[in-house]
């Protein structure tokens, strides 16, 4: 088969569209025919050398797919050959094929394209996770989401708004933030022209949000913590600005806050499954009718993976820049 490679460390030219050996399901996988993946953040820091996979994982980028199962290996029940389904990935989505646990496939939900539905595994799993399973946020509590126009962005948005939340987002222009309305956002935040921290207290008579998703880490460590809610959770999953920082534990113990930080690539192939199971429950049912949609800015065939690459670095793109496979 061929699979976008990285040659050594480096920027988007190190990318190439190369023949490697086919992959070969065992006992409890399948393998599936890829159709088209999807640009992730990690994706990026794989190809510069700062995100190494896990042990045992496929070593080339990709982090979700879309595709038909060509293949399934021993002990695999509920899945047949033929079966159209994306899937959340440890690598390897950048190929025309891939093997993947059954614990983390995912039928693709009716009336999408493989592209819409390659947009949909890495997204979902994370806000589902991150934002309900673990922080629980309910209805009628403020999530504040910091890039709102990203993929994980234009999903939580969502998924928070179906549940009855109220959202505020940060995001870097007026045309992104008039995306984010489009979505559902309630209270939109221009971080190149605003102070979150105030313009949240503002919107909520000071109340501050209840659960923050963050993507920014160390840059934003003390001021999320000043944006929460009494008893808000903080949950970093990101580290664009930065992995070290400090916070005033007096002003967390005062809100009675909380800080977690986590992340899905590397989590117990266990945990995935739970992480999915709980998406193919709650998440697929709202995209099946329409109430949440997956976000895709622009399809690239994946021999350019190295133009996606540098679509998603200058981050001008809503949603999810996706790569045509099949």
Same mark, same amino acid.
């Given at each position: 088969?061929?699979?976008?490679?990285?040659?050594?460390?480096?920027?988007?030219?190190?990318?190439?569209?190369?023949?490697?050996?086919?992959?070969?399901?065992?006992?409890?996988?399948?393998?599936?025919?890829?159709?088209?993946?999807?640009?992730?953040?990690?994706?990026?820091?794989?190809?510069?050398?700062?995100?190494?996979?896990?042990?045992?994982?496929?070593?080339?980028?990709?982090?979700?797919?879309?595709?038909?199962?060509?293949? #399934?290996?021993? &002990? /695999?029940?509920?899945? $047949?050959?033929?079966?159209?389904?994306?899937? =959340? !990935?440890?690598? *390897? %989505?950048?190929?025309?094929?891939?093997?993947?646990?059954?614990?983390?496939?995912?039928?693709?939900?009716?009336?999408?394209?493989?592209?819409?539905?390659?947009?949909?595994?890495?997204?979902?799993?994370? #806000?589902?996770? &991150? /934002?309900?399973?673990? $922080?629980?946020?309910?209805?009628?509590?403020? =999530? !504040?989401?910091? *890039? %709102?126009?990203?993929?994980?962005?234009?999903?939580?948005?969502?998924?928070?708004?179906?549940?009855?939340?109220?959202?505020?987002?940060?995001?870097?222009?007026?045309?992104?933030?008039?995306?984010?309305?489009?979505?559902?956002?309630?209270?939109?935040?221009?971080?190149?022209?605003?102070?979150?921290?105030?313009?949240?207290?503002?919107?909520?008579?000071?109340?501050?949000?209840?659960?923050?998703?963050?993507?920014?880490?160390?840059?934003?460590?003390?001021?999320?913590?000043?944006?929460?809610?009494?008893?808000?959770?903080?949950?970093?999953?990101?580290?664009?600005?930065?992995?070290?920082?400090?916070?005033?534990?007096?002003?967390?113990?005062?809100?009675?806050?909380?800080?977690?930080?986590?992340?899905?690539?590397?989590?117990?192939?266990?945990?995935?499954?739970?992480?999915?199971?709980?998406?193919?429950?709650?998440?697929?049912?709202?995209?099946?009718?329409?109430?949440?949609?997956?976000?895709?800015?622009?399809?690239?065939?994946?021999?350019?993976?190295?133009?996606?690459?540098?679509?998603?670095?200058?981050?001008?793109?809503?949603?999810?820049?996706?790569?045509?496979?099949?």
């Amino acid at each position: 088969m061929r699979a976008i490679t990285i040659s050594r460390p480096g920027g988007p030219e190190v990318l190439t569209w190369a023949e490697v050996p086919d992959p070969e399901p065992g006992a409890g996988e399948v393998l599936v025919e890829v159709a088209a993946s999807a640009v992730n953040r990690a994706d990026l820091l794989q190809r510069q050398g700062f995100y190494e996979p896990p042990p045992g994982s496929s070593p080339y980028p990709g982090l979700e797919c879309a595709g038909r199962i060509a293949a #399934v290996g021993p &002990n /695999v029940a509920g899945w $047949a050959v033929g079966d159209e389904v994306c899937a =959340l !990935l440890t690598g *390897g %989505g950048y190929a025309q094929r891939v093997v993947v646990p059954t614990g983390q496939l995912l039928p693709r939900p009716a009336g999408l394209s493989a592209e819409q539905a390659a947009a949909l595994p890495e997204v979902a799993c994370t #806000v589902w996770s &991150n /934002v309900f399973m673990l $922080a629980q946020l309910r209805p009628g509590e403020t =999530l !504040l989401v910091h *890039g %709102g126009a990203s993929g994980i962005g234009t999903m939580a948005i969502q998924l928070a708004k179906a549940v009855g939340a109220r959202v505020a987002v940060t995001a870097g222009s007026r045309e992104k933030l008039a995306r984010c309305a489009g979505l559902g956002a309630d209270v939109l935040i221009d971080y190149r022209e605003q102070d979150f921290v105030e313009a949240l207290r503002e919107a909520t008579d000071g109340g501050g949000a209840d659960v923050i998703l963050d993507i920014m880490g160390a840059r934003y460590l003390q001021r999320n913590v000043d944006a929460l809610a009494v008893n808000g959770r903080l949950v970093i999953i990101g580290l664009q600005g930065g992995v070290k920082g400090e916070i005033d534990l007096n002003s967390l113990l005062r809100k009675r806050g909380a800080v977690v930080a986590t992340n899905l690539r590397g989590r117990p192939l266990e945990e995935k499954a739970a992480i999915v199971a709980a998406v193919r429950e709650h998440v697929w049912p709202l995209v099946e009718s329409g109430v949440v949609r997956p976000v895709v800015h622009e399809v690239v065939p994946v021999e350019d993976a190295a133009e996606a690459h540098r679509l998603v670095e200058r981050s001008g793109h809503v949603g999810k820049v996706v790569l045509r496979v099949g």
